[in-house]
């Protein structure tokens, strides 16, 4: 049995001792070599969607707005009956709770944009929200599953580097106004890690690469000081590991002429630099997404100091691979019918089933059962509702797996801290008293969530 109080043990004091390598993919078919590309992976689909970027041929730059899927193998080029102009350089990212796919903005020959589109999986659409950030390109936009929004930050517009905050909740962008900020800047490393429920931002350009950590909760912005670091860079890969719950950053531009292809984990409390025996060239404004079907980051193109590529890589981890399942917000309330276990559960590949068991003696039993997160999904919220109501009640939340291991979460008391004059004791207490006090609204509920 692993108690609830050792999983931030599980999830960031362990050393790691897994091996991950990068692996070069040889499609049939690819886009063409160019950076900046928009790259995000559509969980229902099971694919990597690419739009758009840039290449330069002496001194003419051609922008692009054709659209490519990825299915783990090749790419393929789609024919959308409409789409954003040519551009590189967009806020691009997935709203899973949606299934659409968000791109705004980016650079094209006629300067910045600032129109918002839409990719439901075969088609793009233009949307008019009433407000919308200012033009702009290489701004940094990430999709938080917690908060189910789209949050955009930065870029360089009009004004200059810019350090502006948005949200957009599938209609409208809305501005943010945060107590602290990270500085203005464009094109630095942003994903969202899931088991933290943070996003997070690293390095970036204000005429100078950038070195910083930040997260954002979605209230504020908050800077970390880590220990160890990447150095500073703009344009990284950057993105969040969901079967290992490390963030994975590759290469940058460290310099006008320099570029890096250093691999860096943060496993939410530091950086530490990973020394894969294969690995991409030196390159930054490469394509970046995480494959969640595959449990690999994928990368594509990037431009260096031999110019854009059209390479397709992927990272993943080849020995000791973490599977721990990662569970979170679990708490269990007392209610007037029973009471209710409610936890979010994260992603791990040999996850079968999830089943709720009360602890209490001769009243031992299966509340319930879930499959677990599918093989394509990041995170799944759960609610089991046992009707039984005892007052020495315990619950485990059991996670089964392929290989018939079994591990326990808990156990967890429910709260019923605020019942009165024993009304919630034991389920069937009856009375006037019970009757009046319901009336008064002194419900029988408290909800105790345990966090890492």
């Known amino acids: 049995m692993r108690p609830l109080f050792g999983l931030p043990l599980l999830l960031f004091g362990l050393a790691r001792a897994d091996i991950t390598n990068w692996t070069q993919n040889s499609p049939t078919s690819s886009p063409s070599a160019r950076y900046a590309v928009g790259m995000a992976f559509r969980i229902g689909a099971s694919r990597t969607i690419l739009f758009g970027g840039a290449s330069v041929s002496g001194m003419v730059t051609t922008y692009y707005n054709d659209t490519w899927l990825w299915n783990g193998t090749d790419w393929t080029s789609q024919s959308p009956s409409s789409s954003p102009g040519t551009r590189g350089g967009m806020g691009f990212a997935t709203d899973t709770s949606r299934q659409a796919t968000v791109l705004f903005g980016g650079v094209s020959l006629t300067g910045n944009n600032n129109d918002t589109w839409e990719w439901n999986g075969s088609n793009w659409s233009s949307l008019s929200p009433s407000s919308s950030p200012a033009a702009r390109q290489y701004p940094m936009m990430v999709y938080d599953s917690s908060h189910n929004y789209t949050y955009l930050f930065g870029g360089n517009g009009a004004s ?29 490393g942003m994903s969202y890690d899931s088991s933290r429920g943070r996003v997070m931002l690293f390095g970036g350009y204000d005429g100078n690469g950038l070195g910083q950590t930040w997260e954002w909760n979605g209230t504020d912005w908050t800077s970390l000081n880590p220990s160890s670091t990447p150095s500073t860079r703009s344009a990284p890969g950057m993105v969040y590991d969901v079967k290992r719950g490390v963030t994975v950053l590759f290469g940058g531009s460290t310099g006008p002429t320099a570029f890096s292809n250093d691999t860096w984990e943060w496993d939410g409390t530091n950086w530490s630099s990973r020394a894969p025996t294969s690995y991409p060239s030196t390159r930054a404004f490469a394509g970046a997404a ?45 209610e007037r019918d029973g009471v209710t276990v409610r936890f979010r559960a994260g992603y791990d590949p040999e996850l079968i089933r999830l089943t709720v ?48 291991s079994v591990e326990n979460f808990g156990p967890l008391v429910p709260s019923d801290a605020q019942r009165p004059l024993g009304a919630c004791a034991a389920g069937r207490t009856r009375g006037a008293i019970v009757l009046g006090l319901m009336l008064f609204g002194l419900w029988c509920r408290r909800q105790v969530t345990y966090r890492r």
């Open 357 to 404: 068991v009360r602890l209490s003696g001769e009243q031992r039993g299966i509340v319930g059962s879930a499959l677990g997160p599918a093989l394509d999904a990041t995170e799944q919220q759960f609610e089991l509702h046992d009707p039984v109501l005892l007052t020495d009640a315990r619950y485990l939340v059991e996670a089964q797996r392929l290989d018939g």
């Open 290 to 334: 995480y494959d969640t079907h595959n449990s690999r980051m994928v990368l594509f193109g990037g431009t260096g100091l031999l110019g854009a590529n059209n390479e397709t890589w992927y990272y993943s981890c080849t020995s000791g691979c973490s599977t721990s399942l990662r569970i979170y917000d679990l708490s269990a309330t007392r």
């Open 160 to 188: 200059g580097y810019l350090n502006d905050t948005w949200r957009w909740n599938g209609n409208n962008w809305s501005s943010l106004s945060t107590t602290s900020s990270p500085s203005t800047r464009e094109h630095g």
